[in-house]
């Protein structure tokens, strides 16, 4: 069996104040568990550049696929230079803690994070507990959450 690698890379200036603050107010915003996180989402964002500077010189039909692919997913491109300026924003939006929160399934960004990793996040019927998933737009409105059946008042030895 192969081994996994990491899919994200540390910032070469690791004491750069500038990046940290930056850092600081988007996990704060999108309510991430830590900065690697960030760097994650910094990282699906490159391979996705990467792949649109060598569709440059191809042939239309194969960046039409291409912007679709993108377009499932819910990033809205129609040109190679709108990939090319897209930011980490624009992924982290697309995480399925974002868009549960959103949504208005739950109060605050946090609450969603916490629902979705305890197993009460529902994709079109199936659990997902990966607050970091990235959901297409197809499915974005089959989005729930489990409700819990809990007793209330009676007797507790019963």
């Known amino acids: 069996m192969k ?94 803690q974002t868009v549960v929160f959103k949504k208005g399934l739950t109060p605050t960004i946090k609450t969603a994070r916490q629902m979705i990793t305890h197993k009460k996040g529902l994709i079109d019927g199936k659990v997902v507990n990966v607050p970091g998933y990235i959901v297409p737009i197809d499915l974005e409105d089959k989005i729930t959450l489990k409700v819990s059946k809990k007793k209330i008042g009676g007797n507790p030895n019963e």
């Open 3 to 96: 081994r996994k690698h990491k899919n994200y890379s540390k910032p070469k200036r690791p004491f750069d104040k500038a990046r940290i603050e930056e850092e600081a107010i988007i996990k704060k915003d999108f309510g991430l568990k830590n900065k690697k996180e960030i760097w994650k989402a910094e990282a699906k964002l490159k391979s996705i550049r990467e792949r649109a500077k060598k569709l440059i010189k191809e042939d239309l039909e194969e960046q039409k696929t291409f912007f679709e692919k993108l377009k499932k997913i819910g990033l809205k491109v129609k040109s190679i230079a709108e990939v090319l300026s897209l930011d980490k924003r624009d992924v982290l939006n697309r995480r399925l």
